[in-house]
Nanobody
Framework: QVQLVESGGGLVQPGGSLRLSCAASGSIFSITVMGWYRQGPGKQRELVALITSRGGTNYADSVKGRFTISRDNAKNTVSLQMNSLKPEDTAVYYC???????????????WGQGTQVTVSS
């Protein structure tokens, strides 16, 4: 059983900062990619940022220069530092991991339960 548990959401004023964290636990052999997605009110879920096991990153254009993704491979954790937050960043943020359960096994996609981020004055 694999679980992804997020923490760090909340209410912040425009221009403020928040840090989201996600810890993966369970019978994990390796995690290929970890990332963050978000779903705003009335919108589809979208990619925010992802990071590979070798540290390669990819960001949505809307967050480039403001958000930074990082991970600790030894602890199976991923974090998202969000600066200069805007009201349009308001959404439920979901942690995602593409991982294998054994050597040479298939990749499986797992999601966290989501954490609310609200940017409002």
């Amino acid at each position: 059983q694999v679980q992804l548990v997020e923490s760090g959401g909340g209410l912040v004023q425009p221009g403020g900062s928040l840090r989201l964290s996600c810890a993966a636990s369970g019978s994990i052999f390796s995690i290929t990619v970890m990332g963050w997605y978000r779903q705003g009110p009335g919108k589809q879920r979208e990619l925010v940022a992802l990071i590979t096991s070798r540290g390669g990153t990819n960001y949505a254009d809307s967050v480039k220069g403001r958000f930074t993704i990082s991970r600790d491979n030894a602890k199976n954790t991923v974090s998202l530092q969000m600066n200069s937050l805007k009201p349009e960043d308001t959404a439920v943020y979901y942690c995602n991991a593409l991982l294998t359960l054994n050597s040479g096994g298939m990749n499986y996609n797992y999601w966290g339960q989501g954490t609310q981020v609200t940017v409002s004055s």
